[in-house]
């Protein structure tokens, strides 16, 4: 028995090494692949757009779309998942409860699906990457790893292919209609929006404007303090 325990502890050692690895590395280098790029049979187009050249806008049209408590929370919505379940025992449509960071660790390194060995996986490598990385990493891997239309991964790509231009230009109407297809990009369209996408554009839209704009970044990437006189002389 104690030398099971010792077999099963340096397994679960080696696993968390194996996953806690990656997970580090990452904070600092863009990921050139995800796991949901890998499962695409046809073509991908992914480009990596650095956090200076992504426009404001896409970053507050995601957090307003998919986790407004994206700044405060850690790595769960607990409110939004108690509401999920309710829903179900009600038998209403489920609404979706993932937060970015849990969207994040499933589109790098998981596949879809809803069962619970990935459901724990996922809370795994959630609870990893919000101890590892800064809510700017997060947010910065997230707008360029997210499919937004079929093949089309991250805000680069997504940019140069609906709207012929860099991820720097991005409207406001623009981020927020990329924003709108978030839910499910292979059936909802950028390029030829269905009513109810152009409705989830406008409702994102209200939203940004509700969270502060693009001043809502600042809690996530706070300016450098100012220096007085004495210390810049």
Known sequence: ????????????ALLLLLSLGPVLLLRWVD???TAFMLRESGPVRYR?????????????AVIASEDQKFPEHH???????????????????VRGASTLSQQVAKNLFLWPGQSWIRKGLEAYFTVLIETL?????????YVNIAEFGTGVFG???????????????????DAALLAAVLPNPKRMK???PSVYVRSRQ???????????????????????PKQSKKQRT
């Open 133 to 141: 990385w800064p809510k700017k990493r997060i947010l910065e891997v």
């Open 75 to 93: 790595g769960f919505d607990f409110d939004s998942i108690n509401d999920a379940l309710e829903d179900r025992e009600r038998g209403r449509r």
């Open 202 to 224: 406008l409702w994102i839209l209200g939203q940004m404007r509700g969270l502060g704009g693009v001043g809502l970044l600042q809690e996530i990437d706070p300016p450098p």
């Open 31 to 33: 990921p050139p692949t």
């Open 1 to 12: 028995m104690a030398r099971m325990f010792r077999f099963l502890l340096g397994l679960l």
């Open 155 to 173: 805000v680069g790509a997504a940019s140069e292919v609906f709207f012929r231009k860099p991820a720097a230009r991005l409207s406001a109407p």
């Open 190 to 192: 950028v390029r030829t």
């Open 48 to 60: 990596w757009v650095d956090w200076e050249q992504i426009s404001p806008h896409i970053k507050v």
